[in-house]
């Protein structure tokens, strides 16, 4: 560029003069001028697009947290507040359950004060358990608390259509003689599911539809309708299971049900606790609230 400057200026000095050299002198300013400009507002309008384009692609992620999706298909939003419910919910639990396992050895031992007839003893222990009973309740009303945010939370993930039509098959389970769990009282941290048919406790067991809860821990799940059989397979284990039989097969070995697999309202169920220990999975069932927790 320098050269064709210079190039230039002694063109128009022998050609033109002093004078003409000033002119082309400022021509060549000014084309200089103008590429530059153009070299800078390109810049300037790279620079924008980019920072735009950034600030499109974060509010795309803002909206599909927002909306619940992630690789895996798990809501983050819900997965975040449901895991936060969970451990708090953990943590109430412990405190409460070491507080009944503190209570019940005070009072063994104020049994024992009061068979020795160790009244200093019974007196302070009697003190003892009536501040620690009182921390025991406190500690469970706690717990009920946040076990029943938790049953919102998730009661919150259906919509109401759906929960009229659990409603409705609810009604016609317990018109059979059923009793039936509420869909929020089938718990867990990890696992995500929803269910059309309630799961249901017969003859002592928990049935629960096969599909909703085992898709929910990843596993896959397929019907046979020509041998009516279902085919439960997760992390190199295979179960297989034949409607209305009492025996199972866990990756080729029989095992025997305490209850057969059924039809409901359209719907496979299958013992709970057999179906879901057999894929690695842990059930807890909570008597006092008739809550079932799943987790791996």
Same mark, same amino acid.
């Given at each position: 560029?320098?050269?064709?400057?210079? *190039?230039?200026?002694?063109? *128009?000095?022998?050609?033109? !003069?002093?004078?003409?050299?000033?002119?082309?002198?400022?021509?060549? $300013?000014?084309?200089?001028?103008?590429?530059?400009?153009?070299?800078?507002?390109?810049?300037?309008?790279? $620079?924008?697009?980019?920072?735009?384009?950034? @600030?499109?692609?974060?509010?795309?992620?803002?909206?599909?947290?927002?909306?619940?999706?992630? @690789?895996?298909?798990? !809501?983050?939003?819900?997965?975040?507040?449901?895991?936060? /419910? !969970?451990?708090?919910?953990?943590? /109430?639990? %412990?405190?409460?359950?070491?507080?009944?396992?503190?209570?019940?050895?005070?009072?063994?031992?104020?049994? #024992?004060? $009061? @068979?020795?007839?160790?009244? %200093?003893?019974?007196?302070?222990?009697?003190?003892?358990?009536?501040?620690?009973?009182?921390?025991?309740?406190?500690?469970?009303?706690?717990?009920?608390?946040?076990?029943?945010?938790?049953?919102?939370?998730?009661?919150?993930?259906?919509?109401?259509?759906?929960?009229?039509?659990?409603?409705?098959?609810?009604? +016609?389970? %317990?018109?059979?003689?059923?009793?039936?769990?509420?869909?929020?009282? $089938?718990?867990?941290?990890?696992?995500?599911?929803?269910?059309?048919?309630?799961?249901?406790?017969?003859?002592?067991?928990?049935?629960?539809?096969?599909?909703?809860?085992?898709?929910?821990?990843?596993?896959?799940?397929?019907?046979?309708?020509?041998?009516?059989?279902?085919?439960?397979?997760?992390? !190199?284990?295979?179960?297989?299971?034949?409607? +209305? @039989?009492?025996?199972?097969?866990?990756?080729?070995?029989?095992?025997?049900?305490?209850?057969?697999? +059924?039809?409901?309202?359209?719907?496979?169920?299958?013992?709970?606790?057999?179906?879901?220990?057999?894929?690695?999975?842990?059930?807890?069932?909570?008597?006092?609230? *008739?809550?079932?927790?799943?987790? #791996?």
């Amino acid at each position: 560029m320098l050269k064709r400057v210079l *190039s230039v200026v002694m063109v *128009s000095m022998l050609a033109l !003069g002093n004078s003409s050299f000033a002119q082309a002198d400022e021509d060549t $300013v000014q084309d200089l001028v103008t590429v530059q400009d153009v070299v800078t507002v390109h810049d300037v309008v790279t $620079v924008q697009d980019v920072d735009q384009d950034a @600030e499109e692609d974060e509010a795309d992620e803002i909206e599909a947290d927002a909306d619940g999706d992630d @690789e895996n298909g798990k !809501g983050k939003v819900w997965k975040g507040a449901k895991n936060l /419910l !969970g451990a708090e919910k953990d943590a /109430l639990e %412990e405190a409460k359950d070491d507080l009944e396992k503190r209570l019940e050895e005070l009072e063994k031992q104020y049994e #024992e004060a $009061v @068979e020795s007839r160790n009244v %200093e003893a019974v007196a302070l222990m009697e003190g003892e358990i009536a501040a620690l009973k009182a921390e025991f309740a406190k500690a469970k009303a706690d717990f009920k608390a946040k076990l029943a945010e938790m049953k919102a939370a998730i009661r919150a993930e259906y919509t109401k259509e759906e929960m009229d039509g659990i409603a409705k098959v609810t009604e +016609e389970l %317990e018109a059979q003689g059923m009793d039936v769990l509420p869909v929020e009282n $089938v718990i867990s941290k990890v696992g995500k599911f929803k269910f059309d048919v309630p799961p249901v406790i017969k003859e002592g067991r928990t049935l629960i539809p096969v599909r909703a809860i085992l898709e929910g821990f990843g596993a896959n799940v397929e019907w046979d309708a020509a041998t009516k059989t279902v085919t439960i397979t997760k992390d !190199g284990t295979t179960i297989v299971l034949m409607l +209305e @039989e009492k025996t199972a097969t866990v990756n080729g070995q029989s095992i025997s049900l305490d209850i057969p697999v +059924e039809i409901m309202n359209n719907r496979t169920v299958v013992p709970l606790r057999f179906i879901a220990e057999s894929m690695g999975l842990t059930v807890e069932w909570d008597a006092d609230d *008739s809550v079932i927790e799943i987790e #791996e």
